[in-house]
């Protein structure tokens, strides 16, 4: 039993120490009998637009909404009616 826990104890070790890899930037990646089955690799945040609102697509980038347009709107806007 105690053998099983020090390897055990050992491969968390291994995994913390390969996850520190990662996250500074370096592709890890685990084989099984030699075959690569496994990569781990720092997840990549865009910056959002100002708005928090963000697009996919072929246009991820291009379109963005300006400063203000999920401020509250007054009726008469909402509906067209002049002042």
Do not use: C, N, W, Y
Request: glycine share 10%.
């Amino acid at each position: 039993m105690r053998r099983h826990t020090d390897q055990r104890l050992r491969s968390e070790d291994q995994l913390f120490s390969l996850l520190d890899r990662a996250v500074a930037g370096e592709t890890i990646v685990i084989a099984r009998a030699g075959e690569p089955f496994l990569r781990l690799v720092p997840i990549q945040q865009a910056a959002a637009p100002k708005s928090g609102a963000t697009f996919g697509g072929p246009l991820a980038g291009q379109i963005g909404l300006e400063d203000g347009f999920f401020d509250p709107v007054a009726d008469d806007q909402l509906l067209g009616v002049a002042p």
